[in-house]
């Protein structure tokens, strides 16, 4: 079994920042992509960034520029750095990981409880 833990969330103004992170735990063979996804109400689930274990980096349009994502493969470990945040980046942010449970076995997704980010003056 695999868990995801988000910590970081928070309220902000406009224009300041936030740091993400999310631990993941279990016994794992390997983590192939870790990313974040966020949720706003009344809105589907949209993706913000994500990045493989080989350092691919992937991006949602909206946060392009403003946001980096980083992992670190010796801690399981996954992080947003959120910065010029704007009052259309309130959601709540979800940690996801794509894992291997053996070398050659099925891959799983896992997704964290979630950590809410308001921004607003």
């Known amino acids: 079994q695999v868990q995801l833990v988000e910590s970081g969330g928070g309220l902000v103004q406009p224009g300041g920042s936030l740091r993400l992170s999310c631990a993941v735990s279990g016994s794992i063979f390997r983590i192939n992509v870790m990313g974040w996804y966020r949720q706003a109400p009344g809105n589907q689930r949209e993706l913000v960034a994500t990045?493989?274990?080989?350092?691919?980096?992937n991006y949602g349009d909206s946060v392009k520029g403003r946001f980096t994502i980083s992992r670190d493969n010796a801690k399981n470990a996954v992080y947003l750095q959120m910065n010029s945040l704007e009052p259309e980046d309130t959601a709540v942010y979800y940690c996801n990981a794509d894992v291997s449970y053996a070398p050659l076995g099925p891959r799983r997704e896992a997704w964290g409880q979630g950590t809410a980010v308001t921004v607003s003056s």
């Open positions: 990045v493989t274990l080989g350092g691919r980096i």
